[in-house]
C-alpha cells in the first residue's frame, strides 16, 4: 500500500498487475489515465526500481558498473541494489554527494527528480 500523500499526478502505479499512470488524487482514492474507476489506497503497489526501469525513466548504465547517469546528464546517478542517488552540483566544482534515503520505487524517484529539478522524468510503458 501507498499512502496518498506520498503521491503526484504523473507518478506511475499498479493496480492488479497493470501499471497506470496517475491524473487525479483524492484523500482517500486515486484516479488513472484510461481507467473508469477510482481505486482506494490499499490496492495501489508500488514500481520497484529496475535496470529496465531505469531506462525507461531515461537513465544510462556505465559500463561494467551498477551506476546509472540521468542522460543528457543533469547530475544524477543512481546506484542499482543499493538504492542510492548520487547529486552532482553544476559549476567548476566537483562537488556531489550521496542522498542517505532510500530511493527504492519509481514514484519516489519521480518525486525527488520534479523537487530537486522541477522537471518530470518521461517514462515510457
Not at 496518498?4 to 487525479?24: F, M
Not at 503497489?45 to 551498477?66: D, V
Not at 527504492?104 to 522537471?119: E, M, S
Request: proline letters at 3%; glycine letters at 4%; aromatic letters at 12%.
Amino acid at each position: 500500500m501507498i499512502l496518498t500523500e506520498d503521491l503526484r499526478i504523473g507518478n506511475w502505479i499498479i493496480v492488479s498487475d497493470v501499471t497506470y499512470r496517475i491524473n487525479v488524487i483524492a484523500e482517500t482514492k486515486v484516479y488513472f489515465e484510461g481507467y473508469k474507476r477510482s481505486v482506494k489506497k490499499e490496492e495501489l503497489q508500488p514500481i520497484p526500481i529496475t535496470q529496465e526501469i531505469l531506462e525507461k525513466s531515461g537513465f544510462r548504465r556505465r559500463e561494467k558498473t551498477n551506476l546509472y547517469d540521468k542522460i543528457p546528464l543533469e547530475g544524477f546517478t543512481y546506484q542499482l541494489y543499493a538504492d542510492r542517488m548520487m547529486i552532482f552540483h553544476p559549476g567548476s566544482n566537483t562537488l556531489c554527494h550521496w542522498l542517505n534515503t532510500r530511493i527504492t520505487f519509481l514514484h519516489q524517484l519521480q518525486n525527488l527528480y520534479y523537487i530537486l529539478t522541477g522537471r518530470k522524468i518521461s517514462v515510457s510503458f
